[in-house]
């Protein structure tokens, strides 16, 4: 008969009995390696606590009644047998460890599997003392069992929810001076060839909870290699806390810049982690921590990432809540909006912008008359992430004597035109195709003489919009009238969207034939002359924040106080130093940074996605951006640069005016003049449009404060998980907390489950997700991609995968990036040269990456992959070359 109660060295290997963690723990106890002692309480003691609180029969009657059951168990009555059985372990242990505090963590039957992990929906106890401490823990992990999220996510991953378990686990706690995971894979590409550790100060809780940004470190199996080393700025720790508990330290100085782990206890790590993945047969997610100088496994399970133990068959076939109908043979793809949109949209996102995104392309066809055989949208979903529809702008292109399918593939979807292999067959002349073009031809140029009024109107619908919020804040708005204002904005952004894209295939137009002036009459083949003749534009929009954040790096230099502030310091901390400070310097400060975010706080990463963090919220971010200019020097100003582009440019332009004929150089200056506006029309219009988003951040937001101050949310960002009438029903009081949480945690799981799924760039019809072996690392030491602007450059590497989380630059570095947007291009003065895994030549990074004259190369794809922060690389902007110094 199976025990109430086990030693963990005698737990049996058998999940059904102790749960899959306590099930890997006594595996690992068995064959010798660092596990913390203690016991575990089986599930059948889950189970002899309900039949003794006769709960079992009412489990069985009140199926989905999450909130209820968990009221049940936490004042059920402990039976005296499994209460003895459970005093006797714990006393055992204590004498063992010295009565050290002990950690409970919960181990469901179901958890832990290939499948499933359940990584954080049951629940973990730290730092607990005393027997009534660990029985209240206990109670609380079998309570969360019946938490919303965990019975969402069984259902969201079609786990059998019929007479679910649990067991615990209580071990020793480790006193961690660091701690973190470990993967004997990388969960993304599946590549088995790597550890990769994040590490952080303190207890585990920070890196498994999100509260900290770790270290990283990529060790190879083969040879104890570390292949790959990023130390973030750790802003806190999370330490056991006085009387129980944990709390979070703040972290400033040598501490939170040095890594929490040296080169040779990675690698020791990394060879840890190997024993255990060959013990358990397959690759791990292990959870550790290091005290004394010695290392502890906490928790180790089976990958269960896309690209790891979960199959790609598991996920084809399976459609996610707003995925997109789609005809097979239409093309999608998620480069150029992968720039404002990198990843996941938010369900509130999607459900109020959708149809306007739609008309984005609509329109435009209406516009010029086009007949469209592609039936599918402008833009669809895919497993939460967005798609442009290549068919629909290919075709647009077709129709039009001066589309070319080459320069939007180059310039907006990131196919370079030595590579490039049509897609779309190009139509053969025809007198059909001469008709055709006649009668669009007015229309177009009918249309290109009235956009400088589109973009006029679009300038006036975004001043209204911001003049009506400032005479009457949003916090002064009823319910019903923030929600006919959000309603307005939206239908008046679409407006603006449609100038916007309108604009953009202006510019693709003009753009392009500059190129063929270029190209035809000036021998420019790879398109760097076009290039140098569109640099040092001066009003390129997004290349402004910088001008402005260099201003304020000036004000911080003159000033003593300002520059303590900011020295080596993480931006929470730097914003809570500046809180405190007093006196005239300090006031000219904030207010130039209040001018700033007056005219630039709405731009951030994935700018487009409201749920998303703007500056104007994400002053950390902003602070460590403005620290990278301290250390730059006078040459590296915005202003000198754009002095210098300019002269770049002028040169250029009179050369080749030089070289023109007579004839050819009115032609010239009309299509140079054209592209150049273009270019920067397309960025202001750009940045019109994500006012209009701001705005609709800035509204739901006080949507999201209100619905937690009524108590039906626990947090503003709660709402993003909702559709729009799903929280105007829950404003206006015809939705309940409870259905409006099993929608949210249907959908938080559902995000995870769609988070570990790997799709194509390009593809047709539904996408199917990749497995390792269909997106293998390029062999050698060069990458290539589309050469955006000139030069070459070597230096070291600084690889960044979010701002957000960690924008920290040196003055020459060159920056590595997967994608870039406005929230990125401050990072662009203080660096020599960019290489980005997407993008084309007239994507917004492109751009901006020309108005400072960086060499640059976009679309390498595998550039984060492949490249370490550290490394000595050259990048070649003509050639679209990047050379790695060092790789296999």
Known sequence: MPALVYPLEETPDDP??????????????????????????????????????????????????????RAWLRIAQWP????????????????????????????????????????????????????????????????????????????????????????????????????????????????????????????????????????????RKADGAIVRREVAA????????????????????????????????????????????????????????????RFFVLQSRPVTAAGAAQPASREEGRVSEFDTETDPETIWTSANIQEVLPGQLSPLNISMTQSIVERFGTELVRRMGIKLKTKDPFSALFYGRAFLNVSMMLEM????????????????????????????????????????????????????????????????????????VAERPFEQQSGEELIRAAEEGLESGGEVGVIHVSGGGLT?????????????????ENGMLQARLCTGLAAVESAQPAYELWDLSRLVLASPQLCAAFETAPGAEIERRLAALRGDDVAAFRRRLAEFLSRHGHRSVMESEAAAKSWEEDLPTVFTMLGNYLHAEEAAAPRRIEERQRQEREEATRDALRRLRWWQRPIFRYMLGQAQKWVRMREHTKSLLLRTTHRGRRLTRELGRRLVARGLLDDVFDLYELTWDEAKAL??????????????????????????????????????????????????????????????????????????????????????????????????????????DTGGTLSHGSTVAREYGLPAVVNVRHGTRLIRTGQIITVDGAQGVVVLEGAD
């Open 731 to 836: 404003v206006r009081g015809q939705m309940n907390r409870e259905d409006a949480y099993a929608q949210i945690e249907r959908r938080k799981a559902e995000a995870e489950r769609n988070q570990r799924v790997v799709l194509p760039e390009t593809f047709r019809g539904r996408p199917s997700p990749l497995r390792p072996e269909d997106f293998p690392l390029p062999e050698g030491h060069v990458l290539r991609g589309i050469p955006v602007s000139p030069g070459r450059v070597t230096g070291p590497a600084r690889v960044i995968l979010d701002p957000r989380r960690d924008a920290a630059i040196e003055p020459g570095e060159i920056l590595v990036a997967p994608v870039t947007d406005a929230g990125w291009t401050p990072l662009f003065v203080v660096a020599a040269g960019i290489v980005v």
């Open 508 to 524: 693709s137009t003009n753009f392009e034939m500059l190129r063929n002036c270029t190209e035809a009459w000036l021998d420019d």
């Open 234 to 293: 750790k802003r806190a720790r999370v330490t056991p806390a006085p009387g129980g508990g944990t709390r979070s330290e703040e972290l400033s100085g040598a501490l939170a810049q040095q890594p929490a782990l040296d080169d040779g206890q990675a690698v020791e790590l990394a060879r840890l982690a190997v024993r255990i993945e060959e013990l358990m047969g397959a690759p791990q997610d292990i959870e550790w921590a290091l005290a004394d100088g």
């Open 80 to 219: 005296e047998e499994l209460r003895s059985a459970v005093e006797g372990a714990y006393e055992a242990l204590r004498r063992q460890t010295g009565y050290a505090p002990v950690a409970v963590r919960s181990s469901a039957t179901a958890e832990d599997s290939a499948g499933a992990s359940f990584a954080g929906q049951h629940a973990t106890l730290l730092n607990l003392d005393g027997l009534d401490a660990v029985l209240d823990a206990v109670l609380i992990c079998w309570a969360s069992l019946y938490d919303t999220a965990a019975a969402q996510y069984r259902r969201a991953l079609e786990v059998d929810d019929d007479g679910p378990a649990m067991a615990v686990v209580v071990q020793a706690l480790v006193p961690a001076e660091a701690s973190g995971v470990a993967f004997t894979l990388d969960p993304v590409s599946g590549d088995r060839e790597l550890v990769l550790i994040d590490a952080a100060w303190g207890l585990g809780e920070g890196v498994v909870g999100g509260l900290v940004t770790p270290d990283h470190f990529a060790v």
């Open 397 to 468: 292109a077709d129709w039009t004597p001066f589309g070319s399918v080459e320069a939007i593939m180059e310039q907006f979807f990131g196919e370079g035109r030595a590579q490039f292999t049509p897609i779309v067959p190009k139509g053969r002349f025809s007198w059909r195709r001469l008709y055709r073009y006649v009668a669009v031809t007015p229309r177009v140029v009918w249309f290109s003489l009235r956009m400088p009024a589109d973009v006029r109107r679009a300038e006036k619908i975004v001043a209204r919009l911001e003049r009506e």
């Open 16 to 69: 059904a009995l102790v749960g899959g963690k306590a099930a890997g723990l006594g595996r690992l106890v068995c064959a010798g390696l660092p596990v913390p002692p203690g016991f575990v309480l089986g599930a059948d003691a889950f189970r002899a606590f309900l039949r003794a609180n006769d709960l079992e029969n009412k489990l069985a009657a009140r199926a989905n009644a999450e909130a209820e059951v």
